[in-house]
């Protein structure tokens, strides 16, 4: 028999059973098949299926249409809930060239007041997989198009924290007609999840050709959303094309949402376009602000490789200062806080956790390897820095393996620059860190404008900073650091009234009050420190003017936070009336206390006072200050300061 025999009688045969299944319906009533596909649900899945209405069939090739009232289908015996479907009416359609190949696809599903359950429970079993064990990928259903009215879907999966409840309702409005609104309540990830929107009347569950209208607000923890425009398959996310709103308390809280680690920052809102098609997601044009900043850009990540890559081109035309503490790891308020704790009222009580001044909040290197990442800030204007007057900033972030590095890192400051690169390895417990930070052409005069010394002061700061430590937060890092910091002044301009009170000149400052100050020539200012286990030996620490020279020693203790250093005066010209005392910085970072030695002053003023008992001309001499009389070569006191502090350390 040839091949177009056997064909016809094979499509003979089955019109013959279609024409006698269609006269057997006709007389009895499609009823009869509810027996047979319950018991065959039941062997195939071993959970129960009941349609307990009336079951209707209305042919069509290839796509008959099933209608049942009254259903419901059992969950397996480990969910929460007895039932995963209840439905007074379910309408579907089948695929049936699809089913002669062992698929099950329904084109379209329609529920009327369902309540739904899906589960997922902690050993990986899925509720709506077919086969016993809940674990076969291939053993589900496939719909494609789903409508829904009036229900309850609900979501359950207790490895990732989730339970979530939605009520569905049909809507009538000017923006979605005959379309689906929802409301939904629970938690998603451990944080508090609320939603609401709407959408089509018809959800494309995995509709490749036709755009979904969905518009939403939810809220995860303390971050909300806002989203209006089209999702091209709704289980798929294949297109994307969305009007996005976000706020939140920290770009870090999105990491449950996301999967991706962001940066601490302050309290955010941002406005976008949000785009994504085949594996790249896009953030474009957006706009908004973090803490007292704004920023505006675009944010793109590509989820086609061994894990998201992220690049980043953000703006802000005026950033505040206090945005980047986060950054780092500082704390909100910590310097304040630290200061507080540092009022002599406040020395009894416990020093609160955050009462530090270097930034001592953690990163969580546990995240790196979430994301590869490539970002770029400029800023124009950087406000709130009176104290530190940085211009601007260039930054680019890079993150690969875990590994950040910042190159560049440059700010410009009081009128020069601030150039760093930064690196931290996160591959390696705790943090190894290396930063080399170059200074140059820093005016004086503007870096500390709130301080007297530099408010008349000319000259130029250069400087080179290297240091390597390792530490999970920024004050760990610099707790055991070791390398060099080094700033050097080469000539300029300085107050003379400045000079003579640090060189307690009681007879000059007297004449300048009332001359008037003046400007003296500074020969060069030098900052040579050794830094081992965190704490910063002062090898050279030189001041010279024409009328004075400064020679400091002593240390910083990076990990305690404590200065001890010691400024001797020497003058270059004789003063009659001086205390000649060496000037201490002591204290804390949060609280430094700069004073004199008590005990040298009142020694001299003791002195005094006896000789001017025994004769009243010799009252003076004790408080004479003759000086060296002549300038001292520069590169000679730096050895020479460098010999002091070797001594003054053994």
Same mark, same amino acid.
């Given at each position: 028999?040839?091949?177009?025999?056997?064909?016809?009688?094979?499509?003979?045969?089955?019109?013959?059973?279609?024409?006698?299944?269609?006269?057997?319906?006709?007389?009895?009533?499609?009823?009869?098949?509810?027996?047979?596909?319950?018991?065959?649900?039941?062997?195939?899945?071993?959970?129960?299926?009941?349609?307990?209405?009336?079951?209707?069939?209305?042919?069509?090739?290839?796509?008959?249409?099933?209608?049942?009232?009254?259903?419901?289908?059992?969950?397996?015996?480990?969910?929460?809930?007895?039932?995963?479907?209840?439905?007074?009416?379910?309408?579907?359609?089948?695929?049936?060239?699809?089913?002669?190949?062992?698929?099950?696809?329904?084109?379209?599903?329609?529920?009327?007041?369902?309540?739904?359950?899906?589960?997922?429970?902690?050993?990986?079993?899925?509720?709506?997989?077919?086969?016993?064990?809940?674990?076969?990928?291939?053993?589900?259903?496939?719909?494609?198009?789903?409508?829904?009215?009036?229900?309850?879907?609900?979501?359950?999966?207790?490895?990732?924290?989730?339970?979530?409840?939605?009520?569905?309702?049909?809507?009538?409005?000017?923006?979605?007609?005959?379309?689906?609104?929802?409301?939904?309540?629970?938690?998603?990830?451990?944080?508090?999840?609320?939603?609401?929107?709407?959408?089509?009347?018809?959800?494309?569950?995995?509709?490749?050709?036709?755009?979904?209208?969905?518009?939403?607000?939810?809220?995860?923890?303390?971050?909300?959303?806002?989203?209006?425009?089209?999702?091209?398959?709704?289980?798929?996310?294949?297109?994307?094309?969305?009007?996005?709103?976000?706020?939140?308390?920290?770009?870090?809280?999105?990491?449950?949402?996301?999967?991706?680690?962001?940066?601490?920052?302050?309290?955010?809102?941002?406005?976008?376009?949000?785009?994504?098609?085949?594996?790249?997601?896009?953030?474009?044009?957006?706009?908004?602000?973090?803490?007292?900043?704004?920023?505006?850009?675009?944010?793109?990540?590509?989820?086609?490789?061994?894990?998201?890559?992220?690049?980043?081109?953000?703006?802000?035309?005026?950033?505040?200062?206090?945005?980047?503490?986060?950054?780092?790891?500082?704390?909100?308020?910590?310097?304040?806080?630290?200061?507080?704790?540092?009022?002599?009222?406040?020395?009894?009580?416990?020093?609160?956790?955050?009462?530090?001044?270097?930034?001592?909040?953690?990163?969580?290197?546990?995240?790196?390897?979430?994301?590869?990442?490539?970002?770029?800030?400029?800023?124009?204007?950087?406000?709130?820095?009176?104290?530190?007057?940085?211009?601007?900033?260039?930054?680019?972030?890079?993150?690969?393996?875990?590994?950040?590095?910042?190159?560049?890192?440059?700010?410009?400051?009081?009128?020069?620059?601030?150039?760093?690169?930064?690196?931290?390895?996160?591959?390696?417990?705790?943090?190894?860190?290396?930063?080399?930070?170059?200074?140059?052409?820093? *005016?004086?005069? %503007?870096?500390?404008? @709130?301080?007297? /010394? #530099?408010?008349? =002061?000319?000259?130029? !700061?250069? +400087?080179? &900073?290297?240091?390597?430590?390792?530490?999970?937060?920024?004050?760990?890092?610099?707790?055991?650091?070791?390398?060099?910091?080094?700033?050097?002044?080469?000539?300029?301009?300085?107050?003379?009234?400045?000079?003579?009170?640090?060189?307690?000149?009681?007879?000059?400052?007297?004449?300048?009050?009332?001359?008037?100050?003046?400007?003296?020539?500074?020969?060069?200012?030098?900052?040579?420190?050794?830094?081992?286990?965190?704490?910063?030996?002062?090898?050279?620490?030189?001041?010279?003017?024409?009328?004075?020279?400064?020679?400091?020693?002593?240390?910083?203790?990076?990990?305690?936070?404590?200065?001890?250093?010691? *400024?001797?005066? %020497?003058?270059?010209? @004789?003063?009659? /009336? #001086?205390?000649? =005392?060496?000037?201490? !910085?002591? +204290?804390? &970072?949060?609280?430094?206390?700069?004073?004199?030695?008590?005990?040298?002053?009142?020694?001299?003023?003791?002195?005094?006072?006896?000789?001017?008992?025994?004769?009243?001309?010799?009252?003076?001499?004790?408080?004479?200050?003759?000086?060296?009389?002549?300038?001292?070569?520069?590169?000679?006191?730096?050895?020479?300061?460098?010999?002091?502090?070797?001594?003054?350390?053994?």
């Amino acid at each position: 028999m040839t091949l177009p025999r056997v064909l016809k009688w094979v499509a003979g045969f089955f019109l013959v059973f279609i024409a006698v299944a269609v006269l057997f319906a006709m007389i009895f009533g499609w009823n009869w098949l509810r027996g047979p596909i319950e018991r065959m649900t039941a062997e195939k899945t071993g959970r129960v299926l009941a349609i307990n209405g009336e079951l209707k069939v209305k042919f069509g090739w290839p796509l008959p249409r099933i209608h049942a009232n009254a259903v419901t289908f059992a969950n397996p015996d480990w969910a929460t809930e007895k039932q995963m479907i209840a439905a007074d009416v379910v309408e579907i359609t089948i695929d049936l060239p699809q089913l002669f190949r062992q698929n099950i696809v329904f084109p379209e599903m329609r529920l009327e007041r369902p309540v739904v359950f899906f589960e997922q429970g902690i050993d990986g079993r899925k509720n709506w997989l077919l086969d016993r064990s809940q674990q076969d990928e291939g053993a589900r259903i496939q719909v494609d198009r789903l409508i829904l009215d009036h229900g309850i879907i609900g979501y359950d999966d207790a490895v990732q924290k989730t339970s979530i409840r939605s009520e569905f309702s049909t809507s009538n409005t000017e923006s979605v007609v005959a379309g689906v609104s929802f409301t939904a309540l629970g938690h998603y990830k451990g944080l508090p999840f609320k939603a609401q929107g709407s959408g089509g009347p018809v959800l494309g569950l995995r509709d490749e050709s036709t755009p979904y209208p969905l518009q939403a607000e939810f809220t995860v923890g303390h971050t909300g959303v806002k989203a209006a425009g089209t999702i091209t398959s709704l289980l798929k996310f294949s297109a994307v094309d969305m009007r996005v709103a976000l706020r939140g308390e920290s770009l870090a809280q999105l990491f449950p949402l996301f999967g991706i680690a962001l940066p601490e920052t302050r309290a955010y809102a941002t406005e976008g376009h949000l785009l994504h098609s085949a594996d790249t997601w896009r953030y474009e044009k957006f706009s908004g602000r973090v803490g007292g900043s704004d920023i505006a850009g675009t944010v793109q990540i590509d989820i086609g490789g061994k894990r998201p890559v992220m690049k980043a081109n953000l703006v802000s035309n005026v950033l505040d200062i206090a945005d980047l503490g986060p950054l780092i790891g500082a704390r909100p308020g910590s310097v304040q806080a630290a200061k507080r704790a540092a009022l002599p009222s406040s020395r009894t009580a416990p020093m609160p956790v955050q009462a530090h001044v270097l930034p001592d909040m953690p990163f969580k290197t546990d995240r790196w390897d979430s994301v590869d990442a490539e970002v770029t800030l400029k800023a124009k204007t950087i406000r709130h820095a009176r104290e530190l007057p940085l211009e601007d900033l260039v930054a680019h972030l890079s993150l690969r393996d875990s590994v950040l590095t910042l190159d560049p890192l440059n700010f410009g400051l009081a009128g020069g620059q601030l150039n760093a690169v930064i690196s931290l390895d996160g591959r390696k417990d705790p943090i190894q860190a290396h930063a080399r930070v170059q200074a140059r052409k820093i *005016l004086l005069s %503007k870096l500390f404008p @709130t301080a007297e /010394l #530099a408010k008349t =002061s000319i000259g130029q !700061i250069n +400087g080179d &900073f290297d240091l390597t430590g390792k530490g999970n937060s920024v004050g760990r890092m610099l707790s055991n650091s070791h390398g060099k910091v080094a700033l050097v002044v080469a000539g300029g301009k300085i107050s003379k009234l400045m000079m003579e009170k640090v060189g307690l000149h009681l007879w000059e400052m007297l004449e300048l009050k009332i001359a008037g100050d003046r400007l003296v020539n500074l020969r060069c200012a030098v900052a040579d420190f050794g830094v081992k286990e965190g704490v910063m030996d002062a090898d050279a620490l030189i001041f010279d003017t024409e009328i004075t020279t400064i020679i400091g020693t002593g240390s910083i203790d990076l990990a305690q936070e404590k200065l001890s250093l010691t *400024l001797n005066q %020497k003058t270059k010209n @004789t003063s009659p /009336l #001086a205390l000649r =005392s060496p000037i201490t !910085i002591r +204290g804390s &970072f949060a609280k430094p206390d700069i004073g004199v030695d008590k005990g040298r002053v009142v020694a001299r003023a003791f002195s005094a006072l006896a000789l001017g008992m025994a004769n009243p001309l010799l009252t003076l001499m004790p408080l004479i200050d003759a000086g060296p009389g002549q300038d001292s070569n520069c590169g000679q006191m730096v050895r020479d300061a460098r010999a002091i502090a070797h001594s003054a350390n053994k």
